[in-house]
């Protein structure tokens, strides 16, 4: 079965500083991989998608995220924080292409930024 | 269109009533899924729809929640008898065939009393 781990529940950093958010995965093959940020009660907006090809995905509002075979990972990661990105990040991982697209998540990482 | 969009944003009841949400997709976009999150969780999957067909139900899904998709555009998912234990946030997220991106609604947060 697939699953997703996210091993840091909270984590803090300064405005300005780089951020690196870490997520591991259990799947047979290679599979779609995605993360999301969910502000306090709202949905979840997609930041970057891994489906094939370059492993190094830029996405939205700065993000990036490396998909590491070898390591059964794909870290989020971006060079300066802003105060609004304090919000949760989820992992997720989905099949490949091919019926439909069950998609597991991670438990999510809560990002606060301080000044 | 301005994305998918869910009715009511929040609910709530009182142990043993029933309730129904409603969530309407991106228009052209022809699957649908509902997850439900509790606090500190990320998204489970709880159905999936194409078109009007549900193709997949979770074993969170029990005999007391029921989802539908009648004329293959909006859905209802409605729980019956809630519990304290269906307090959560119901997301629905569609996508369109076959592209696997989700986008997600704002969410339907239900407090049973």
């Known amino acids: 079965a697939q699953s997703v781990t996210q091993p840091d529940i909270h984590i803090t950093v300064s405005e300005g500083a780089s951020l690196e958010l870490r997520c591991n995965y259990s799947?047979?093959?290679?599979?779609?991989l995605f993360w999301y940020v969910q502000s306090p009660g709202q949905g979840l907006q997609l930041l970057l998608k891994?489906?094939?090809?370059?492993?190094l995905v830029q996405g939205i509002k700065g993000f990036e995220a490396e998909f590491k075979r070898s390591q059964s990972s794909f870290n989020l990661r971006k060079p300066s924080v802003h105060w609004s990105d304090a919000a949760e990040y989820f992992c997720a991982v989905g099949p490949p292409s091919g019926g439909y697209q069950k998609v597991t998540f991670g438990t999510g990482t809560k990002l606060q930024v301080i000044p | 269109d301005t994305g998918v969009s869910q009715d009511p944003r929040h609910k709530i009841t009182k142990r043993g009533q029933n309730v129904t949400f409603r969530c309407d997709p991106i228009?052209?976009?022809?699957?649908l899924y509902w997850y439900r999150q509790t606090l500190g969780q990320g998204p489970e999957f709880l159905t999936y729809?194409?078109?009007?067909?549900?193709?997949?139900k979770s074993r969170l899904l029990s005999d007391r929640f029921s989802a539908e998709r009648p004329k293959g555009s909006f859905s209802t998912l409605e729980i019956q008898r809630t519990e304290q234990g269906d307090s959560a946030m119901y997301l629905c997220?569609?996508?369109?065939?076959?592209?696997?991106?989700?986008?997600f609604g704002p969410g339907t947060r239900l407090t049973v009393l």
């Open positions: 729809f194409q078109n009007e067909a549900q193709l997949e």
């Open positions: 799947y047979g093959a290679t599979p779609y």
């Open positions: 997220a569609s996508s369109i065939q076959p592209d696997n991106e989700q986008f």
């Open positions: 228009s052209e976009h022809n699957r």
């Open positions: 891994y489906f094939s090809g370059d492993t």
